[in-house]
């Protein structure tokens, strides 16, 4: 299967603190995508990574892809208690998107 | 722009019955995708259209499933006959082109009896 696998499936952290999630897959991928996801919501895109990058910044997120371990990581620094969703990774291979089962991130107050 | 708009956003339905599910994708986005989510396979693609021409409908489920896009500016997702096992939530996406980011609705949150 091309489906992204995030680890952990769960993480709880105090506000303020950074957290990072990461995403393995198995097949060649055109690119990495980020999703947040809130309760009850609709999927909200956060950041796109390309094959031929390695690192991308969006204000406090952090991507790193490493094609060579089919791997990638999410960081959020200074975490807010609005931060607390879930998150998934989805590769993109020509047109599909294949999409992990997320992590859950609560972030305490 | 208003975004990927979605109607119904609840539907709550008797096993049999017919459930039609709208999409209003972003303007001149031409890629338009059809998922599917539950919690036992998580999100699921279930057909893609380009140009308002199906692509792929690999991932739907069966034959109960079709959906159309008649102009850019909409498609539908029905299912006839519903059974329970259909209860999920049903996104639409679309995209500026096929690899690109692609920009969820809110969903259609579908629970047939």
């Known amino acids: 299967s091309q489906q992204g696998e995030e680890d952990p499936q769960a993480l709880s952290i105090q506000e303020g603190e950074n957290a990072t999630m990461n995403c393995s897959y198995k097949?060649?991928?055109?690119?990495l995508q980020w999703y947040r996801q809130n309760s009850g919501r609709g999927l909200v895109h956060l950041i796109l990574?390309?094959?031929?990058?390695r690192e991308k910044h969006s204000g406090r997120l952090r991507v790193t892809l490493d094609t060579s371990k089919k791997s990638s990581s999410l960081l959020i620094t200074a975490s807010r208690a609005a931060d607390t969703a879930s998150y998934f990774c989805a590769t993109a291979a020509l047109y599909n998107l294949f999409f992990g089962t997320g992590t859950r991130l609560t972030v305490i107050p | 722009d208003a975004g990927v708009i979605q109607s119904p956003r609840h539907e709550v339905t008797e096993m049999g019955q017919e459930v039609t599910l709208r999409c209003k994708p972003i303007?001149?986005?031409?890629?338009l995708f059809w998922y599917r989510q539950t919690m036992m396979r998580g999100l699921e693609l279930l057909i893609y259209f380009n140009n308002n021409v199906p692509i792929d409908d690999s991932g739907m489920p069966e034959d109960r499933f079709s959906a159309k896009m008649p102009n850019a500016s909409f498609s539908t997702l029905k299912i006839q006959p519903s059974e329970p096992r259909d209860s999920a939530v049903y996104f639409c996406?679309?995209?500026?082109?096929?690899?690109?980011?692609?920009?969820f609705g809110p969903g259609t949150r579908l629970l047939v009896l």
């Open positions: 996406a679309s995209s500026l082109s096929r690899e690109e980011t692609q920009y």
């Open positions: 303007s001149g986005h031409n890629s």
């Open positions: 990574i390309r094959s031929n990058e």
């Open positions: 097949t060649s991928i055109n690119n």
